[in-house]
C-alpha cells in the first residue's frame, strides 16, 4: 500500500530519456539540479542533490533550496573526469515546521505548553541519535524547552539558530523519499567541448611529387599548424591500404599501378586495423608523431573507420565475420544498385558477433596503448548503435579521457541518437547551413536545446568529403566567413587541411573536390600567396584569450538589420567575459547593417558610454549608441569586439 | 554486451511521466500512438503496437507506418472501461529489404542469380514456421524463386502482393526490439469527461422554512434539474453532523440551538462516514433518490471529506488514528494561528494507517454498494499523495466505472499531481479567470497542453465556498455570461444551486455568501422572477446536440476585436460538428466586436457564401462575409451559432 512514497519528486532537470542515457559535462564545471517538490499540508520541507562519482559507494550530499512555485533547485561541482551519478531525495523537517508553527501561536498569544513539550520530544529524539558535543547540546536544549521557565524564554530558546543547525545535522528525516531514477552525468576532458581541429593526410604531408610524405614529414609541418593555434592533428586512416578493387585518382574504378588509393580501404597483406601503411614510416615514428604533438600542446587524433578491404587479415583469418553469399564467397559493400568491391563490410549479428565486437575494441585499446586519446569514427550510423552503446561504455570506464568524434552525416534522429548513446561530438550539418535563418535556426537547435545536454556539435567548414557551393563560387572572402563563423558560433570547429590555402575547385557537378586526395598525393605549398593562415590564427588566438569562446551552450543571436548580416555573442555564465561577432554572409560585395548591442544583458545602461574593441584589428572602434552601424568588406568579412562600459 | 535492442523506439507519445501513471482516455476513443524509429543502415523496418486491456494476457497487435522523419504512428481502439496496456514493436522487414534491393538490382540490369537464392532461402525459413494453406503456398513460392525460369520471371513472382502479405505473417522478425517501459490509458466511461453538474445541499430541498428537506423533497426537486439539463446532481456530505463545536450560521463559533451545523463536520452518536443525517431520511430514502435520478437519466454524485466531528465513532473507537498531544488529547484541525476546532483530521501516517487506509476505502465501497458511482473528494491535497493514488487503483481495478472529482484549490503542481495519480476530473482555478486573456491562457493550458492528457478540467461557476466579484457586482448578466463560459470551454461544467436564481450577496468584504447553506437551511423559490433556469436548460441542450461541446481537448481560441469579448470554437476531429462561441465579459453594457471566423478550418473558402445558425436564439444570422460583426448585449451576452457552407 504505502510503496509510493509520501514526498513526490519530479520534473527533474537535467535528465535525459528519464535517465536511459547520461548528460554530458566537463571537468570544472557544476551541475545545477532541478526538480519539482509536492507533498501534502503545509509543513516545511527539506531536500538535497545525492551524488557520488563513478567507484565511490557512499552518496555525497549537496542542499536544495526552494526556488519557487514547488520548484526547487541545488548544485554539485564535477571535480574529475569520471562519471557521475545523481538523484534527489525530500523530507519532513518536522523541528523547522513545529518552530515556524510554534511561532505563528506565540505572536497569537495561544497557550503553547502542549507546543513545548511536543518540540522537547522531537529534540529529545535526535539527542539520542546524536554523537559528541551534539548530543549534550540537544539534551540541553530539550530540557530547557520543557522546563520551568516562563512559555516566552522556553519559546524564544526554540527559535535559536545554533539548535537549528543542530537539530538539520541529527533530527530524523521524516517521510525521506528518494527520487525514482539515478541520474548520470558523464564528465569529459575540456577538449570534450573546447578545440581547434586541423584534418591533414599525412601521406600528403612530403616535398616530393608523387611520393608519400612521412610521420616524419608531419613532425616538420607541425610548427605550422600550432602558429595557426589549432589543438588537434586529425588523420584520416593510417593502415595498409587494399589492393584489390583499389579505387584510382578522381574515384576511378580501376587503379593505375602507382595510385595510392583510399586510405578508408583498410587493411592488405602487410596488416589491418592494428597496423601502419609503411610509407609513412613505422609504429615508432607513428609515436614520435603523437610525442612532437604533445610538446607543441596539441593531440593526434584518428580515424577508426570499420570497414575492410578484400585484402584486410580479418577476411582470411574471420570469414565469419563478413556476410557470405549461399555459394559461399563474401559480400562486397551495396546500396543497391550501387556497389563499393573494394570494401567488406562487417556482419555485427553474425553467429560470433561477440568475438568480432571484442576485436573491435582491441583496435581502439591498441591506439589508445600508442598514446591517442581522440577517435574520429568513420559513419556510425551504418552500425548497430548497440555496439557503440557498448564499446564506448567500455572505453570510458577504463580511459575517461578518450574522446569519440561521429561522423554521421545521415538523418536528424539517428545524429542525436548516436550522441545519446555515448559519442562524445558529432559532426554536424554546418556546411550545409549558409543563409541566416538557416544559420540562426540550426545553432539555436544544437545550442539552446535539449540536445545540448547531450550532442556537442562540431562545426567542420570542409571535408574531403565536403566542398560547398559557397566555398567553390565565393573565393578567399567565402573561406574567411566560413572559418570566423566555425570558430565563433561553437567551441568545437575544424578545417580540413587545403581550406586555409582557399582551395575550391570543385569535380564539375558535386560538392567535392576535384583530384581529391582521397585517391592520390598532394604536395601543397603551404605558403601560397592569398592563404588566409594569419586570419585563422587570429582566430584561434582570440578563441584562447576569451573563456566565452570555449562554452558551446552560451550562443545568444542579436537582430542585425541587413538580412545578409548575422550577428551574434556569447557570455559566460559569471559575465566575466563576452564576445560579440557579426559576420556578412555575402562573399562578393561589402555590407552595411545596423546591429542592435544587447546592452542589457552586458550590464550597461542604454544611455551609457562604452567602449568597442575591435579583436581581429586590435583597436578601438568609434562607435555610439546603443545601434552602431558596420560595414563588412569581402576582405574584412567579420568583426568580433567586446564592450565595456567606460571606466 | 547485447543487452541493448538494435532498433531504438523512443520518443514515445502519449506518455505520462516516462509511463509513471497513466493517461486518460474515454470509451469509444481511438488512441493513437506515435514514435521515433531508429536502426543503423537502410534496412526496411516494420513496427506494431502491443496492447491488452486488463486482465488479458495476450497482446493484440495494431500495426504502425513511417510517418515522416523516422517517426512512426499507428492506433488501437479503446473499447472497454478498463485499463490498457500498450508498447512499442519493430523489427527489420527481411523479405521487404531483400525485394526493394532486388527490384533495384533488376531495374539497372544486374545479375541476380544469387539474390534469389537468398530470397528463395527466406521464404523457405517462413514456410517452415507456417501453418495450412500458408505452408504449401509459401514452399511453391520458395521453389518458383529457386526454379528454372529466367530471372525476370522468378524476379517478378518475388515482387508479388500476396506473397509479401503471407511473408509478413511468418516470416521470422529480425532484430524484434521492444520499447523499454509499458504504458497505460485509464479508459474512464464517457461522463468521466462529459457531464453537467448541480449541487445542492439536501436539507435545503424542503418547503417548510426552518425545517430539513429530505430525500423525498429531493426526489421532488430532480424534475426541475432535468428540465434544466443537468447530468449528475452533487450532494454535500449526507451524514451526522457533530454536535462539538458546532458552527453556528455565518461560520459562528457558538452555535444556537436549532443551528444544523456545516456537513463537513461528519460524525456524531448517529453514526460517521456510513450513515445517514436521521433528518434527510434513511439509507433506503437515498437509494430511492439514486433511483429516482437515475430514471430520468440522472446520476447522483457523493462528497467524500475525510475529517472527523470531535463526536465521529472513529474517535472512541479509534483514538489512535488521530493526532495525539503529549497529555493523550486528540488534536483539533489547525492552520496555525488559525483552529478548527468542530474537525479531528485523521493521521495517515499512524502505526495502524493500514487498518486506517483499508476502513476509508470501505467507505467508498459502502456507498458504491449504495449505487454511487461518482464521488467529489473534499480537499484530497491535505492527504498524502500515495493515500490517494491506492485508494483510487483499488476502487478502479473494482469498479473502473467509478468517477472521482478532486477539489483540490491550491498549487498548481499539486493539482496536477493530484490528477495524474488518479483522479478522474479536477477542480480549476476558472471562477478566479474573468478577463480575456486570463480565460485564454487558463484554457490553453488545461486543453491544449499535455495537461490534458491526465486532467480533466471542471469548470464550476460558484461553490458554497466561492463567490466571485464579477457575480457579486455583474448581477443576472454576469450570471448567464459565466455559464455559459462554463457550458461551452470545458466538457465538464456545474453550478451550485442558487446560481439559476443568481443569487449574489457575499459577506462583507469576502468572496463567500452571506448566510452560507453551510451552516443554515435554505428554502428558495426556485422560481422566482429574474431566474436563468431556462438560459441553463437551453445551454444543456446544445451541450446535449453537439458532439463538439462533448469533448475536452478540442477548444480552439480565435480573434475578436473587442477585448472584452472571448471568441472560441470547438470542432470534432472527424470535422463532422463544429461549434462557435462568443461571449461578452462585460455586464454591465452591451458589446460589439468583429469576429474573425475560422471559415479555412471549417472547410469554408474566403469568398464562399455561408449560413450561420444562432443555436440560442435558434434563427439564422444574416451575416456575409470572414468577419462579421456581432453585438453582445447584458440580457444576450452570448452567442453560440454553427457555420455551414449554402447547399
Known sequence: MKEWPRILIEAVYPKLDDGRYPIKREVGDTLEVWADIIRDGHDVLAAAIKYRPRGEAEWREAPMRHFDNDRWTGAFPLEANTRYTYTIEAWTDAFASWQRDLDKRVTAGQDVASELEEGAALVRRAAARAGGADRADLEAAAARLAGGEAAEARARAAGDAGLARVMARWAERADLSRYDRELEVVVDRPAARFAAWYEMFPRSQGRVPGRSGTFEDCIARLDDIQAMGFDVVYLPPIHPIGRTHRKGRNNALVAAPDDPGSPWAIGNEQGGHKAVEPSLGTLADFGRFVEAARARGMEV?????????????????????????????????????????DIYPLNFATADWEALWRELLSIVEFWIAQGVRTFRVDNPHTKPLPFWRWLIEEI?????????????????????????????QSYTYFTWRTTKPELTDYLTELTQTDVREYMRGHLFTNTPDI????????????????????????????????????????????????????????????????????????????????????QYENLAFYPADDPAVLFYGKMTKEGDDAVLVAVSLEPGAARESALHLPLDALGIGPDQPYRAWDLLGDRALPWQGPVPRVRLTPEEPAIIFTLATRG
Not at 570510458?396 to 534522429?413: C, G, N, Q, S
Not at 565563433?488 to 564539375?508: D, K, M, N, Q, W
Open 301 to 341: 587524433a584518428l580515424d577508426y573507420a570499420i570497414q575492410c578491404s578484400p585484402d584486410h587479415p580479418y577476411v582470411r583469418e574471420h570469414p565469419e565475420w563478413f556476410y557470405q553469399r549461399p555459394d559461399g564467397s563474401i559480400k562486397y559493400a551495396e546500396n543497391p544498385p550501387k556497389k563499393y568491391e
Open 396 to 424: 570510458e570506464a577504463a580511459h575517461p579521457d578518450v574522446i569519440f568524434l561521429a561522423e554521421a552525416f545521415t538523418r536528424p534522429k539517428m545524429m542525436r541518437a548516436l550522441a545519446k548513446l555515448g559519442f562524445t
Open 467 to 550: 566542398l560547398m557551393p559557397f566555398l567553390q563560387e565565393g573565393g578567399r572572402p567565402a573561406f574567411k566567413i566560413r572559418v570566423a563563423l566555425a570558430a565563433t558560433l561553437s567551441s568545437l570547429y575544424g578545417i580540413y587541411s587545403g581550406f586555409e590555402l582557399c582551395e575550391g575547385v570543385a569535380r564539375p557537378g558535386v560538392e567535392e573536390y576535384i583530384d581529391n586526395e582521397k585517391y592520390e598525393i598532394k604536395v601543397r605549398d603551404w605558403d601560397a600567396p592569398g592563404n588566409i593562415k594569419a586570419y585563422i590564427g587570429r582566430l584561434n588566438a582570440i578563441r584562447r584569450a576569451h573563456r566565452a569562446l570555449q
